[in-house]
């Protein structure tokens, strides 16, 4: 359905996510109610919304923490993409072997029903000068092999909303895909370390949108995440971009969005 004569209102939430779970829920609830006052249609919180680190205790509560978190959506009336939640199951319903897990982002429709799931696909394996130091994604997490491309019906208006998480936005051959398959919008949930967030955020969700010619919706988390081993910064910050590179909003505030770019403009 056309969607060039709505304007889409989008809140990216910026969370410091720590280990203890209902914290975590009491704030992604306070978000989302904010949000909600200040008129936004779809929320955007961060990868690892609900927990960081504990990724396997975490995951056993899959399918509990999704259902609250359908709640809220239920409860303001509104879209929100769960970032992300560990999970011991693939889509099929089969059990992740190995002991691992998949990364997933949801977007729940303002009636509280799953409108889409996406498994992330490209895991995060890097060695950073942090005292974290060497990351890998792959020793937890099995990659998602579809992409998503979720229905966002708001009014009369459906939007296309591709679906990425983080270390997707390193691969623009992925957001070219989901352009190519009728996205308008991205989203990005984020968990960016400190140094590779200070240095390529900004420039890889202002990339994707260049050349997927999609709005492109980041929600990170941000600050001080204290895990067994010690403290872990992450780089925050929430950014919505338009696809001529317009930088819509900086923060909790709600940036608005009228897709009315001509077609021959997307090639």
């Known amino acids: ?35 909600q006052t200040q008129g936004a249609e779809l929320v955007v919180l961060p990868e690892n919304c609900c927990s960081m680190g504990q990724q396997s205790a975490t995951a056993e509560r899959f399918d509990d923490l999704s259902a609250t978190i359908a709640d809220y959506a ?9 970032g992300s939640l560990p999970c011991h199951y693939r889509p099929d319903g089969t ?6 897990l998949r990364q997933v982002s949801q977007l729940f429709a303002p009636d509280g029903t799953r409108v889409a799931r996406y498994d992330k696909i490209h ?14 994604e792959a020793a937890t997490f099995e990659p998602g092999t ?15 909303l591709g679906m990425m998480v983080c270390f997707d936005l390193r691969f623009p051959a992925l957001a070219q895909r989901l352009r190519q ?5 991205l989203s990005a949930p984020s968990a960016f370390t400190y140094l ?14 260049l050349d997927s010619q999609c709005m492109v919706i980041g929600a990170a988390q941000g600050g001080d995440h204290l ?34 770019m001509p077609s021959s403009w997307r090639h």
């Open 1 to 35: 359905m056309n969607s060039s004569n709505h304007q889409l209102n989008v809140a990216a939430i910026q969370m410091n996510s720590q280990q203890n779970v209902e914290d975590n829920l009491a704030d992604i609830k306070a978000a989302i109610t904010d949000a």
């Open 74 to 82: 239920r409860t303001a009336g509104i879209h929100v993409l769960a």
């Open 95 to 100: 059990i992740v072997p190995d002991g691992r």
């Open 123 to 136: 895991l995060f394996t890097a060695t950073v000068a942090d005292k974290h130091g060497s990351y890998n």
């Open 146 to 160: 579809q992409t998503v491309i979720a229905p966002l019906a708001v009014g009369n208006t459906i939007y296309q």
């Open 181 to 185: 398959a009728g996205a308008e919008l």
């Open 196 to 209: 590779t967030g200070q240095a390529h955020w900004s420039l890889l969700l202002r990339a994707r949108a």
């Open 227 to 260: 895990y067994q081993d010690g403290s872990t910064v992450r780089h925050g910050g929430m950014q919505l971009l338009q696809r001529l590179i317009v930088l819509l909003s900086q923060a909790m505030t709600i940036a608005s969005w009228i897709n009315n």
